[in-house]
């Protein structure tokens, strides 16, 4: 049974650039959520995918879109690179209707913006 | 938003100490898990515990919802207990949705 899996593990971009980052959910969730974790913070929730829509939102700017296709695999999307979305980005899977929400992430995609 | 924090910030022990982390948040749950960060920056999941008590080999966990705290408690440590213990909630008020709010952490170095 696989577990969440994020490609690439690590990528360096510039200022400007733009980045696409893929997450495959844990088999049977059909949920997915992004994170941000800059260094020596906890993760901040960037946005959540369920049936293909993005269903909530925090407090990141629109430079930041996701999708979610039909076998619940999801991606990121950041545009005009800024020096501070250098981070760690986690994806977490989940089953909607579980009765539990337990959240499981995968190992990340360090993120360098030089 | 609800608001997470943790105690302590950092913890040092000697191998074979036990622990009590503590988790306070500001608002009605209906998610609480509790992490462990390793080194590379792997979140693995201890316990998924809005309420209740649970246990799983040397660790254990307590989640007092009417009060608003969580503990978790790592008993005989080792060194490979090291890192990142961050506990993350849900809020009622979210309305269905699941977004996580994370705490700051508690960093844990455990030695010889």
């Known amino acids: 049974d696989a577990g969440v899996t994020q490609s690439p593990t690590h990528l360096i971009k510039t200022r400007g650039q733009q980045v696409t980052l893929r997450c495959s959910p844990k088999s049977g969730h059909d949920t997915v959520s992004w994170y941000q974790q800059a260094l020596g913070q906890g993760p901040q929730f960037i946005f959540q995918y369920y049936e293909e829509e993005e269903r909530q939102r925090g407090n990141f700017p629109d430079r930041f879109s996701g999708h979610q296709y039909p076998n619940y695999s999801s991606e990121l999307n950041v545009n005009a690179l800024l020096l501070g979305d250098s981070a760690l980005y986690l994806c977490?899977?989940?089953?909607?209707?579980?009765?539990?929400?337990?959240?499981?992430f995968g190992p990340g995609t360090r993120l360098t913006v030089l | 938003g609800i608001q997470v924090e943790q105690s302590p910030p950092d913890l040092i022990l000697q191998e074979g100490a036990n622990s009590t982390l503590r988790c306070n948040f500001s608002d009605s749950v209906n998610n609480l898990q509790w992490f462990h960060q390793n080194p590379w920056g792997q979140l693995i999941n201890l316990f998924y515990?809005?309420?209740g008590t649970k246990q799983n080999g040397r660790l254990s966990a307590t989640t007092v919802a009417t009060e608003r705290y969580s503990l978790l408690y790592i008993s005989s440590s080792q060194t490979t207990d090291s890192g990142v213990y961050f506990c993350?909630?849900?809020?009622?008020?979210?309305?269905?949705?699941?977004?996580?709010?994370f705490g700051t952490g508690t960093q844990l170095k455990v030695e010889l």
């Open positions: 515990i809005p309420s």
């Open positions: 977490a899977s989940s089953l909607r209707l579980a009765g539990t929400d337990t959240q499981y």
């Open positions: 993350a909630v849900a809020s009622k008020l979210t309305g269905g949705g699941n977004k996580l709010t």
